[in-house]
């Protein structure tokens, strides 16, 4: 069964990035019926968000056509939940005093749904006694509330809390909120049964970054999407998730403990003081070599010959757990990516590795796996391999996630 959302926009700059948060929730099958408050319709048009939605677009409390159904009472009925973004000071204020002058407010009030609101407003207005009480009560009425984040602002010279979060943050926090009633295709589990409350789950994610001079290195195109979404499904289904990320320009999942790493060597000490835990997932795609000597000095251009780059082999970081005699975590999954021999090279790795189950992805020029939002992966364990259909990184790490729980409770049911 499709899901569907009423999406309230409000009247603030932020306004047009609920445009992406329409198209990426399309994509994962979720209805928006759109209701543009009389500001918001400074930001964005009714044609674009209608275009995007493929839904006509709700403005007027007293429109005729409407009202003679009860159009505001519908609206906030017939959806599985209620967004407000962004929500400006003016509209929280709105809610918290219990108004219905406009279609938003009135929505708003009529709803018997679950409703998330996403703050965007200048750092003053949002630090002042009359937001912080105004918020407080919406949370005290039982109304979730994203955010804001902390950054520039569009004003000149402002910096502080009052972003409107990311639409993918957006994006994955409704999902989380639909996925109550999404149970797993592969093993039956739903996401928000919290099967790994009381367990710790360490993630890898990212890229690394191996210094040959104090201005270059070596990396990859990872951009970590893949090890985050892995982190956020652990959190919602309850685990403590240490995250251990390489350089990435992607928000960060809420709820997480993240740990900033830039080289393999870093990444591999970090793991390590990290452990013990009940799960381990190495996602990152760690750097096979780093210069065997990094000179003080940027390496400078010179008509003769180019420098001799010297390389060493970088630690191995998941065989350095699969292989521990003492602390090693119950369950180990590792990430084979390759270009060729995908499977036979993911079947060696889980073996000479010592992991339980090997992630398999081709990331061959065209795959757009790396980089990308969305995933094709085989995974392999010691009983065979089951292929799964391209899908979005973020339910590639929910079903990952679903089968981590289900191997973890089967290991500790008694024989």
Known sequence: MRHRIVLIIGGGIAAYKCLEVIRRLKEHSIDVRVVLTKAAQEFVTCLSVSALSNERVFTDLFDLNDE???????????????????????????????????????????TDKPVLIA????????????????????KQDGITILGPNVGEMAERDEIGPGRLIEPEQLVAAIRDHLAAKKHSRTTGLDLNTRALV???????????????DPVRYLANRSSGKQGYAIAHA????GAKVTLITGPASIPAPQGVTIIAVETA??????????????????AAAVADWRAAKVPRDKIKKTSKKPPTLKLVENIDILKSVGTLKSGRPPLVIGF???????????KKKLKSKNADLIVANNVSEGSDVLG???????????????????????????????????LISKAKAPA
Request: aromatic share 2%; hydrophobic share 45%.
């Open 336 to 346: 084979a990516a390759e270009t060729t021999s995908l499977l036979t090279n993911a």
């Open 119 to 138: 703050p965007a407003m200048n750092p003053k207005m949002w630090s002042h006694p009359a937001t912080l009480r105004n918020v407080a009560t919406l």
């Open 265 to 282: 060597e870093q990444m591999h000490d970090a793991v390590h003081d990290a452990l013990p835990a009940d799960i381990a997932v190495f």
């Open 198 to 212: 009381g367990k710790h789950v360490v993630v890898t994610s990212g890229p690394t970054h191996e210094p040959l």
């Open 372 to 406: 990308g939002d969305h995933n094709k992966i085989h995974i392999i364990s010691r009983a065979g391999t089951d292929t799964l259909a391209k899908m979005s990184k973020t339910d590639v790490a929910e079903q990952l996630m679903e089968r981590a729980a289900n």
């Open 68 to 110: 003679r159904e009860i159009g505001h009472i519908r609206l906030s009925r017939e959806a599985d939940l209620v967004v407000v973004a962004p929500a400006t000071a003016d509209l929280i204020a709105k809610m918290a005093g219990g108004h219905a002058n406009d279609l938003a407010t009135a929505v708003l009030l009529a």
């Open 234 to 237: 652990a959190a919602q289904m």
